[in-house]
């Protein structure tokens, strides 16, 4: 949001109004920083000044203190003039929001994840080469009749060659046998003779003897024949297992072939998936990386954060030591008359200062031997000078008697009982300490002490100075009689 208002403005303003000298170095520091909050203190200062009632002007110092705590971490005491930081305490530390991580990789490694628990079988659609031989039954069938082929046997009868050499050596035998009977008809002019006879027997017989001499002849051919029958046998078998190995080696290459591409693809299959193993644990190892560098900053973080608590601690227990000493201080001059510290440390006295310094003188005297309710009364934050003082006064049967001096507290009773029945008459400035029974004798005229009144402890008799209504002169006076005569009675 813009500010309303330039640091000239506040000058000028801060010039015209004539207060310079009531702003103190933190209030112009603070204008200087943040115009706005300068030129609000400065209508505060000026309605302090117009305000007509106690009540009215600590109106206005109130709404000047809230500008100075809500913006500049400080107060400026009753005058507004002075400087004091706002008390710190533990709720007041702040730290920087720690890292957060954010996994750049989630998805890239959710993805490459499903991709492996997913990654499906190996599977290898091109069909398995299958062999069928074209040549088994022929095979089979030649094979079966070389290896149960017959012995060789040569029967001339059923030899047709031989039937056929018969029939024709048969017609020539007839044919000679008639010539030769022809022949000798003529040479005998067809008178049949023995010589005919006998020359066409042998002419018959020659043929028939040609015939019979012919057998080996056809026995060998038909050995021939059954011999080359076997061999051609062997020679189809042979084509045939030639191509019956032609076409297995075909079948095995194309099986090699298949077994190649298979494996080829198998191969493949498995690289996907070692590329996706590997794609993966090198997302995750980035992912790794990028979440060591979260947690160093989270420990970096977690350090500076207790790092800074504790200087925070010490910032306060340091402010703490501070505000006891200055807050002695104060009490101290309080009680010759200078109020001022007061005042630097926010305890306002003003609005009745006869009553405030009369409270005070009692509150203080109370204080010195271990009652703070009186300074609590009065707003003074006692909690820093308690504590200490609290260990002290602990001890069973001493009380302070000022000046850290200890007298037993064994007192008696007064003759009221309670020791704050009634005030005494007569002299309200007499006032005795028997230090055999620790009582005290306050007020009573003449020899006797008549109307005098006895309290057995310090606070029955401060009690008795409250209600009394005591002038400051004759606070002072008790007081100053209160701690001689408890001095000379300490050593009793």
Do not use: C
């Not at 533990?90 to 750049?104: G, I, L, M, R, V």
């Not at 075909?250 to 493949?268: H, T």
């Not at 002072?476 to 300490?490: F, H, I, N, P, Y």
Request: cysteine-free.
């Amino acid at each position: 949001m813009a500010s309303k208002y330039t640091y000239d403005d506040f000058q000028r303003a801060l010039t015209d109004s004539g207060l310079n000298k009531e702003f103190s170095d933190a209030d112009l520091k603070l204008a200087l920083d943040n115009p706005d909050a300068g030129m609000s203190i400065l209508k505060y200062k000026q309605d302090y000044h117009k305000a007509s009632t106690p009540e009215a002007k600590a109106l206005a110092n109130l709404g000047a203190e809230g500008i100075r705590s809500g913006y500049g971490g400080y107060t400026g005491g009753a005058s507004g003039g002075q400087f004091y930081l706002d008390p710190l305490a533990p709720k007041d530390f702040e730290s920087p929001e720690a890292p957060t991580y954010d996994n750049a990789y989630k998805d890239r490694i959710d993805g490459l994840l499903d991709k492996q628990l997913n990654y499906g079988s190996f599977s290898y659609d091109t069909a398995r080469p299958e062999y069928s031989s074209r040549h088994d039954d022929k095979m089979q069938s030649v094979l079966d009749q070389v290896v149960n082929r017959g012995d060789f046997r040569y029967d001339p009868q059923t030899d047709p060659l031989y039937s056929q050499y018969r029939k024709q050596y048969a017609r020539e035998g007839q044919r000679a046998t008639q010539d030769a009977l022809g022949a000798a008809a003529a040479a005998t002019g067809g008178i049949p003779s023995s010589y005919a006879v006998g020359a066409a027997t042998q002419a018959g017989d020659y043929y028939a003897s040609r015939m019979t001499d012919k057998i080996p002849e056809l026995y060998q051919l038909a050995l021939n024949k059954y011999m080359n029958e076997h061999s051609m046998k062997l020679a189809d078998l042979s084509a045939l297992s030639a191509a019956e190995q032609t076409d297995y080696e075909k079948y095995l290459n194309e099986l090699n072939q298949y077994n190649i591409d298979k494996n080829f693809a198998y191969g493949e299959y498995q690289d996907d998936y070692d590329r996706i193993i590997q794609n993966l644990q090198t997302a995750a190892g980035l992912e790794q990386s990028e979440y060591n560098k979260y947690l160093d900053k989270l420990s970096q973080h977690n350090a500076d954060r207790k790092f800074n608590y504790g200087k925070l601690l010490d910032e306060i227990n340091n402010q703490t030591s501070k505000r006891s000493e200055a807050l002695n201080k104060a009490l101290a001059a309080a009680e010759l008359g200078d109020y001022s510290l007061l005042e630097a440390l926010g305890i306002n006295s003003s609005n009745n200062p006869t009553d405030f310094e009369r409270r005070l003188q009692l509150a203080k005297i109370a204080a010195s031997y271990g009652d703070y309710s009186g300074l609590k009364a009065l707003g003074i934050d006692t909690s820093a000078v308690e504590a200490p003082a609290a260990a002290k006064y602990s001890s069973p049967g001493y009380y302070s008697a000022g000046g850290g001096d200890e007298v037993s507290a064994d007192y008696s009773e007064d003759a009221s009982g309670d020791g704050t029945s009634d005030l005494p008459s007569g002299d309200l400035r007499r006032l005795n300490f028997d230090a055999d029974n620790g009582s005290f004798r306050w007020g009573g005229s003449g020899s006797g002490y008549e109307g005098a009144k006895t309290y057995s402890s310090v606070d029955d008799l401060l009690d008795a100075f409250d209600k009394a209504n005591l002038s400051e002169a004759d606070i002072s006076v008790l007081e100053r009689k209160l701690r001689s005569q408890m001095g000379a009675g300490k050593g009793k």
